[in-house]
């Protein structure tokens, strides 16, 4: 028996040891390598810049043990908002840009929203890894600080690019580009009021508007080009309306929608997956002030001041209709009754509504605050403006964000006014000298680090030269940092208006 055991387990042992030898032999494979992209010390999480007509160079850092021989390289690119609903899951628009391992390439796709895929093939084993990148696509001009300022009597735009507000902009394309509009278009335009942009449900793209005082001008947002010069066809207005446009602003959150007000009547547009810029007039028994000022509520979007009646009325956010306020006799004033003309209207500290008011009959004026988050207003405080040097029919108004003070602006005089306080009224900086303040705001973008920390002021020199200062200040108290009162932004006729151009 004993014999029989050993020859059984000596014949067992052979067959396996064949087996495993064999096993060996009939499979010709090559050991599965590694394949990674490394993207350490790149900065690629919040996306990528390229300019239109430019050369863009990316080269990741490819982990790969085994011969670089045996690698495929394919870069594509791909709209981040397909234009076709099969392209959401797939993406045929792609477009093949290059095949080697370092892109550098000249970008030809018309400014927006990409995304940019990099895919790397191991041949001989047939993996592979991918790296996606988001890429803003712009031209030179789709990004800046828009400057509409004049010449003898003519108008014309021009972009500041500064990193303070483009965050992610290349240091060496810090500047100013003179002269846009009429570079682009030939001409220069003999009356202008405001600038203001469009942003379209669902999409990218926006259309960028100069304002006169009787129609305007819509502009290819990333070229300045003149799309259209005629205001009864650009928008949606009834025949025989008195062409004078006073303001415009756009709410991009929520149920997006748009609002103009023009001859003291307003035009809105609630829309929908639609590239419409402004619906029907809102008729009615009111004369609509020129401010539009945005409110948290939950029913409406935007309010404005009825000059003719002396009320707040906000404007429906469900559709081009107008709410109304209770009235409220009982607190601090009347939303719904007040006899005063108003001078400047704006939203700021804790999302109330400031509204400064002149009373006629005294000369004094006053500034008004309330609560408008809710579908009855909530008058907060009236503060007696009397101890505050300067202020006019002329005088420039900024409220913060993010503390209880403005900054109003006077000839060459900017004031900062802590409305709560004893102290009132003091000088913000040291009076300029042979300039005049004419336009000023304080910076607001959503995420940006310096949202209600920087403000804006435009002055024009006796000599007829336009500046822009960019003065950081402390958001809680309002102090300004005297230090970019050295370093302002030269070379402009007599600024207007200018908008952060997103």
């Known amino acids: 028996m004993k014999i029989i055991n050993l020859t059984f387990l000596w ?17 010709d494979y090559k050991d599965l390598i590694s394949l990674g992209i490394d993207t350490v010390g790149k900065n ?8 239109q007509f430019e050369n863009y160079t990316l080269d990741p850092k490819v982990k790969y043990a085994g011969d670089a021989n045996d690698l495929e390289y394919l870069w594509k690119i791909y709209p981040q908002k397909p234009d076709k609903p099969e392209d959401q899951i797939l993406y045929d628009s792609a477009k093949i840009l290059s095949r080697e391992p370092v892109f550098d390439e000249v970008i030809y796709e018309t400014p927006g929203e990409y995304y940019l895929n990099l895919s790397v093939t191991d041949k001989v084993s047939n993996t592979n890894t991918y790296l996606t990148v988001k890429m803003r696509v712009e031209s030179s001009l789709s990004r800046g600080l828009c400057v509409l300022d004049e010449r003898d009597g003519l108008f014309d735009l021009s972009v ?43 999409s990218s793209a926006s259309d960028f508007f100069l304002f006169t005082s009787d129609g305007g001008y819509k502009m290819d947002h990333n070229t300045f080009e003149v799309l259209v010069d005629d205001y009864a066809a650009m928008f949606s207005f009834p025949t025989g309306m008195t062409f004078a446009p006073q303001t ?29 810029v402004f619906g029907d007039r809102i008729d009615g028994d009111y004369v609509a002030a020129p401010y539009l000022v945005k409110i948290p509520s939950e029913n ?5 001041f009825d000059q003719a009646n002396k009320r707040f009325i906000p404007v429906s956010k ?13 607190a601090v004033f009347d939303v719904n009754r007040v006899d005063k003309e108003l001078v400047y209207m704006e939203q700021g500290y804790s999302n109330y509504t400031y509204a400064v008011f002149k009373d006629e009959g005294t000369s004094d004026y006053y500034l008004y605050e309330a609560d408008f988050s809710n579908d009855q207003a909530t008058p907060k405080e009236v503060y007696d403006m009397s101890g505050c040097p300067g202020i006019d029919e002329n005088t420039l108004f900024t409220f913060g964000s993010r503390g209880a003070y ?35 705001k304080i910076f607001r973008k959503d995420a940006h680090p310096l949202d209600g920390k920087l403000l804006l002021v435009a002055t024009c020199t ?9 003065l950081e200040f402390n958001e809680i108290s309002g102090t300004v940092n005297m230090q970019g009162l050295e370093t302002p932004y030269k070379g402009f006729g007599k600024i207007k208006d200018f908008v952060d151009k997103e």
């Not at 014949?11 to 499979?27: F, H, M, P, R, T």
């Open 318 to 330: 469900w559709g081009t209709s107008l709410n109304t306020y209770e009235s409220t006799p009982g």
């Open 406 to 440: 403005c900054f109003y602006a006077s000839g060459g005089n900017l004031y900062r006014y802590n409305y709560t306080t004893a102290s009132a009224s003091e000088p913000a900086i040291p009076a300029f000298i042979d300039e005049t303040i004419t336009r000023m």
């Open 300 to 304: 409406s979007y935007t309010l404005f």
């Open 44 to 51: 690629l999480d919040a996306g990528v810049t390229a300019y």
């Open 160 to 202: 500041i690019k500064s990193t303070r507000l483009i965050t992610d902009l290349d240091p060496a394309r810090e500047g100013v580009v003179y002269n846009v509009f009429s570079n682009v278009n030939t001409y220069k335009v003999a009356d202008a009021k405001f600038l203001a942009q469009a942003f379209y449900y669902g």
């Open 462 to 470: 006796t000599a007829g030269e336009g500046k822009l200062y960019f």
């Open 248 to 276: 415009y602003t756009t709410v991009k959150t929520g149920s997006p929608a748009e609002y103009l007000i023009n001859d003291g009547k307003v035009h809105a547009m609630r829309y929908m997956y639609q590239e419409t």
């Open 11 to 27: 014949i067992l042992s052979a067959i396996c040891l064949v087996g495993c030898y064999e096993d060996k032999g009939n499979y």
